[in-house]
């Protein structure tokens, strides 16, 4: 019997792009490139549809949207730093808002998302049910988009594996976190990981699926938003199983776990109420078939001849 070298695990996808590619001078990060793709390609596919729809002119949405944006990055990055432990940022601060590097809690942005929406929903006295359903349809299409960056990055890894679609990385440059190890690009074997981010990507893609059947439905405003965050917390409970990347920090759960939990208990039931107590109200336009309900004004008579 011949025994000639053993060819290396078909269980091991190597992984060995660059994190960071230059145009002249310039250094220019994938993950910031595909989370500038991902709100794009939100806007222009979720946001503005949804939001048009019910009679908001675009510089409006504009507003609305980059506010949004801007404080959900600082929520998602900020909450990360908390749940990856604050010991190395305190005393790296220069990391603590460098979002590019890779690193960012999605339930930070959900909170900072929500938040801001309520704020500019008051100010500009549109429904804040209509906004948060455009926002989590935003982020149905946009986080799919964003997980590629962390693929490129190996920020999100689950477990050494030897699954088929197990990922081993090779690039110097892969911002990997503490406790996992880069492979040798002539190494006859490597460890590899289980692609949590992509579990992460495919997680989002299934709850916008039931979020698109609901849209097809003409549920009423706040129903999308008040499913996707009852979805996303069932999903952060089951992913972070294989997310090794974040640490266990109490009763046998991440941060991101213990968070799920929280809006599972508290954060849903408060929305159902605030849902019930408060409709919506504001400019935005009502759909058609509330329209029809509405009595039209009594016209003036007309003069006797």
Not at 120 to 135: E, K, N, P, Q, T
Not at 229 to 252: H, M, N
Not at 280 to 291: F, I, K, M, N, S
Request: glycine share 10%; charged share 10%; with cysteine.
């Amino acid at each position: 019997m011949h025994h000639g070298a053993v060819s290396p695990p078909l269980a091991v996808i190597r992984i060995g792009i660059d994190p960071v590619f230059h145009i002249g001078p310039a250094a220019i990060h994938w993950y910031g490139v595909m989370y500038a793709v991902a709100f794009y390609v939100g806007y222009r596919v979720a946001v503005v549809p949804h939001l048009s729809r019910h009679g908001i002119d675009r510089p409006t949405i504009d507003r609305l949207i980059t506010w949004t944006i801007v404080m959900g990055l600082l929520g998602a990055r900020l909450y990360y730093v908390v749940q990856s432990g604050l010991g190395y940022y305190l005393s790296h601060p220069q990391h603590i808002i460098a979002f590019w590097e890779g690193g960012m809690a999605f339930f930070g942005a959900i909170i900072a998302g929500f938040a801001t929406m309520a704020v500019l929903a008051r100010r500009h006295h549109i429904s804040f049910w209509v906004l948060a359903d455009g926002g989590v349809l935003f982020a149905v299409v946009g986080q799919p988009i964003g997980r590629i960056g962390n693929i490129i990055n190996g920020d999100i890894l689950g477990g050494p594996s030897t699954l088929p679609w197990a990922t081993a990385y090779t690039n110097p440059d892969a911002i990997l976190q503490r406790g996992f190890s880069l492979c040798d690009p002539n190494a006859f074997e490597c460890t590899a990981y289980q692609p949590a981010a992509a579990y992460e990507a495919i997680g989002t893609i299934l709850i916008g699926l039931v979020l698109l059947a609901l849209l097809r439905r003409h549920v009423r405003d706040g129903v999308l938003a008040i499913s996707y965050i009852v979805l996303y917390a069932v999903s952060q409970l089951i992913i972070f199983q294989w997310r090794e990347s974040e640490p266990v920090v109490g009763l046998g759960l991440k941060q991101a776990q213990l968070t799920a939990i929280v809006v599972l208990a508290v954060g849903v039931p408060l929305l159902v109420v605030l849902r019930r107590r408060f409709p919506g109200t504001g400019t935005a336009a009502a759909p058609a078939e509330d329209r029809a309900e509405v009595a039209e004004p009594p016209r003036p008579a007309e003069p006797v001849a």
